[in-house]
């Protein structure tokens, strides 16, 4: 069994090595420390496709309110962004969750300018149900790198 998982990585390697080289986006995965979990993970956190980079959402999960949580997950954003080469600015689409509506005004003072002097489009909502892990925001972005 182990040889044909390996024969199966070695084939999916040889396939992204020859879309690279023929100059089609190639899909990655932007890990941190880049080490590969074991066993086949839920999620990945930061994919690209070419020259797009795609980050999960990202949550708080501690006590605070929401400016303190917004602050936190901005700066996670934002190691994940650097992480793989790209920045704030180069943020095109940007979606807020939010636990209550009512944070609405409080989220944008501590959001407003953490995206440069263009900031990207940005779908704002509250979540039915709340945010996983008792969150108060959850934020996703689009981005180039």
Known sequence: MFKVGAAVAGLAAAT???AAAQGAPVKKVHRKGGARPKGTPLFNGAVSYGNLLFIAGKGAHFQGDIKAHTDHV???????????????DKVLKC??????????SAMNE???????????VRTTIAAAGGIPGD???EIDVIAYI
């Open 74 to 88: 901005l700066k996670e954003i934002q190691r994940e962004l650097e992480n793989a080469g790209s920045s704030m």
């Open 110 to 120: 501590v959001f407003k300018g953490r995206f440069g002097e263009e900031p990207p």
């Open 95 to 104: 979606n807020v969750y939010l636990n209550d509506l009512k944070d609405y």
């Open 16 to 18: 992204a090595a020859t």
């Open 135 to 137: 969150s108060l925001v």
